[in-house]
T-cell receptor
Framework: EDQVTQSPEALRLQEGESSSLNCSYT??????LFWYRQDPGKGPEFLFT???AGEEKEKERLKATLTKKESFLHITAPKPEDSATYLC???????????FGTGTRLQVFP | GAVVSQHPSWVICKSGTSVKIECRSL??????MFWYRQFPKQSLMLMAT?????????EQGVEKDKFLINHASLTLSTLTVTSAHPEDSSFYIC????????????????FGPGTRLTVL
């Protein structure tokens, strides 16, 4: 069964304190892995798509990486405005459906 | 690019009434749109996949007659919650996947801002 597990569930960081969020996945045929950011009361905002092991994508203070079993979202020198829930999702090769993890709730304090 | 809107952003209705939620892709065409439901502090639950010009495909456990989906054009899909009851109160989010050749990810789902439905 296809499954996505994110850890930690919640993360509190001091402003400037870099860290990583983990997304472990089990899928029989990975077509793509997606990272989204979701603010309270809003829809998810697209961040990255990764397609193959070894691939990396960067955007401002965020960097996403992919291996055959997991993906990491690295946050470098975070700011309070980076506080949000970060969602990971995988797309199976043969379906249209995204399988979401339960998210990591990030809080960055000044 | 790849902006999706939803209307309304929130709605309060009485039990037994019907509510329509619109989802529009503003700057791209989307043959396929998706409807999700999200409960507090939980992840997104796919309700149905909507394809332009054809019937929606519903996930197991989702009542087709209660959640009517129409995808009339390449930029508009609607979700109608019929005879709404308090247990239908939730956060409804749509997403759209761009057709090839538009300069955006063809596998990527772009999400709308969501609609908060409260049924009294």
């Amino acid at each position: 069964e296809d499954q996505v597990t994110q850890s930690p569930e919640a993360l509190r960081l001091q402003e400037g304190e870099s860290s990583s969020l983990n997304c472990s996945y089990t899928v029989s045929g990975l077509r793509g892995l997606f990272w989204y950011r979701q603010d309270p009361g809003k829809g998810p905002e697209f961040l990255f798509t990764l397609y193959s092991a070894g691939e990396e994508k960067e955007k401002e203070r965020l960097k996403a990486t992919l291996t055959k079993k997991e993906s990491f979202l690295h946050i470098t020198a975070p700011k309070p405005e980076d506080s949000a829930t970060y969602l990971c999702a995988v797309l199976h090769y043969n379906t249209d459906k995204l399988i979401f993890g339960t998210g990591t709730r990030l809080q960055v304090f000044p | 690019g790849a902006v999706v809107s939803q209307h309304p952003s929130w709605v309060i209705c009485k039990s037994g009434t019907s509510v329509k939620i619109e989802c529009r892709s503003l700057d791209f065409q989307a043959t396929t749109m998706f409807w999700y439901r999200q409960f507090p502090k939980q992840s997104l639950m796919l309700m149905a996949t909507s394809n332009e010009g054809s019937k929606a495909t519903y996930e197991q456990g989702v009542e087709k007659d209660k959640f009517l989906i129409n995808h009339a054009s390449l930029t508009l899909s609607t979700l109608t919650v019929t005879s709404a009851h308090p247990e239908d109160s939730s956060f409804y989010i749509c997403s759209a996947r761009g057709d090839p050749g538009q300069g955006i990810g063809t596998d990527t789902q772009y999400f709308g801002p969501g609609t908060r439905l409260t049924v009294l």
